[in-house]
């Protein structure tokens, strides 16, 4: 039944250290979307894929990467994590950029902690 | 910019009483509109959405939200609430008009929504 699955769920590194978040689907959409929500705040977008086209929030730190390596996989890379990246990353997907379309549907989220 | 503002950053209430739930965004173009819930450690669902035609949108569990335009207002009601309904309450918006068009959710803070037995 699962539709975004993320992995981990719980993900602790170092600061500096390289870390990846994995999410997959099972709902063939086209847009995959990474958000970042810090305690008590709005999720935030951070970049989405729209198939292989790549967009990238204008104020989205270049610590933060993704790889889309086909439908059902995107990653989201940080290269060298600071004390402010802990937190919520959250996956979600939608079916296009048109009309009902416009639903998303998130992942459980991956919870960081940077030590 | 683009933004969303939840009034109401905590809510309790006692089951069976009323609930509203504020949202307004600014942004003058079309816009679609949505309410997102979070209950305790699970991940975010989407409650009930508006795009188009009758201003009055039912959910699910019972929720219905009211898209008033020249508000720029979507509150989100439920006459009678349950202990269930205790959660994370997001309100969201995107447009045609964000992003080249592309789906760009912008959430408010979220409001946590506690019911007492």
């Known amino acids: 039944d699962a539709m975004v699955i993320q992995n981990p769920r719980y993900q602790v590194t170092q600061f500096g250290k390289p870390v990846t978040l994995s999410c997959s689907q099972t709902?063939?959409?086209?847009?995959m979307y990474w958000y970042q929500q810090k305690s008590s705040q709005a999720p935030k977008l951070l970049f989405h894929?729209?198939?292989?086209?790549?967009?990238n929030e204008a104020d989205t730190p270049d610590n933060f990467q993704s790889r889309r390596p086909n439908t059902s996989f995107c990653f989201l890379d940080i290269r060298s994590p600071g004390l402010g990246d802990a937190a919520m990353y959250l996956c979600?997907?939608?079916?296009?950029?048109?009309?009902?379309?416009?639903?998303?549907?998130f992942g459980p989220g991956t919870r960081l902690t940077v030590t | 910019a683009q933004s969303v503002s939840q009034h109401n950053h905590h809510v309790i209430l006692s089951e069976a009483a009323s609930l509203e739930l504020g949202c307004n965004y600014s942004?003058?173009?079309?816009?679609?509109l949505f309410w997102y819930v979070q209950y305790p450690g699970q991940h975010l669902q989407l409650l009930l959405k508006?795009?188009?035609?009758?201003?009055l949108v039912k959910g699910i569990k019972g929720f219905e939200a009211e898209f008033i335009k020249s508000k720029f207002s979507f509150n989100l009601r439920k006459p009678s609430v349950q202990w269930s309904d205790t959660a994370e309450y997001f309100c969201?918006?995107?447009?045609?008009?964000?992003?080249?068009?592309?789906?760009?959710?912008?959430f408010g803070a979220g409001t946590r929504l506690a019911v007492h037995p």
């Open positions: 969201a918006v995107t447009s045609p008009g964000f992003s080249g068009g592309y789906n760009k959710l912008i």
């Open positions: 508006y795009f188009s035609g009758d201003p």
């Open positions: 979600a997907t939608s079916r296009g950029a048109m009309g009902e379309a416009y639903e998303q549907y």
């Open positions: 894929y729209y198939d292989k086209d790549f967009n």
């Open positions: 709902l063939n959409h086209n847009v």
């Open positions: 942004y003058g173009g079309t816009v679609n």
